[in-house]
């Protein structure tokens, strides 16, 4: 599976971001996916997941109730909906697939990982 992240920007504070995960390969809706972030002299961290048939998402606290992820399986894509930005959300984010069925956001159980698309957040 190879995957492809975009839809990263330069935005204010308040507004809102859509990014996109498209990935390549006939399995691909066996996959669970997850995004993560890393910011500059940080540690990458787990922003949210999405089970293999849509099903169950979870989120880090930071996020909920701001962000919304979905996938679409047909289009072999996954979305991360980003609302309510704030400055502490700049970072490059990443989409990444993963091929066993639990929960998980350590990012060592993840398989495959896209190239990563930059968000900044301005006050």
């Known amino acids: 599976v190879q995957l492809q992240a975009s839809g990263g920007g330069l935005v204010q504070a308040g507004e809102s971001l859509r990014l996109s995960c498209a990935a390549s390969g006939r399995t691909f809706s066996s996959y669970a996916v997850g995004w993560f972030r890393q910011a500059p002299g940080k540690e990458r961290e787990f922003v949210a997941r999405i089970s293999w048939g849509g099903s169950s998402t979870y989120y880090t606290n930071s996020v909920k109730g701001r962000f919304t992820i979905s996938r679409d399986n047909a289009k072999n894509t996954v979305y991360l909906q980003m609302n309510s930005l704030k400055p502490e959300d700049t970072a490059v984010y990443y989409c990444?697939?993963?091929?066993?069925?639990?929960?998980?956001?350590?990012?060592?159980?993840?398989?495959?990982w896209g190239q990563g698309t930059q968000v900044t957040v301005s006050s």
């Open positions: 990444a697939a993963d091929r066993t069925r639990s929960y998980s956001s350590d990012s060592a159980r993840y398989d495959y």
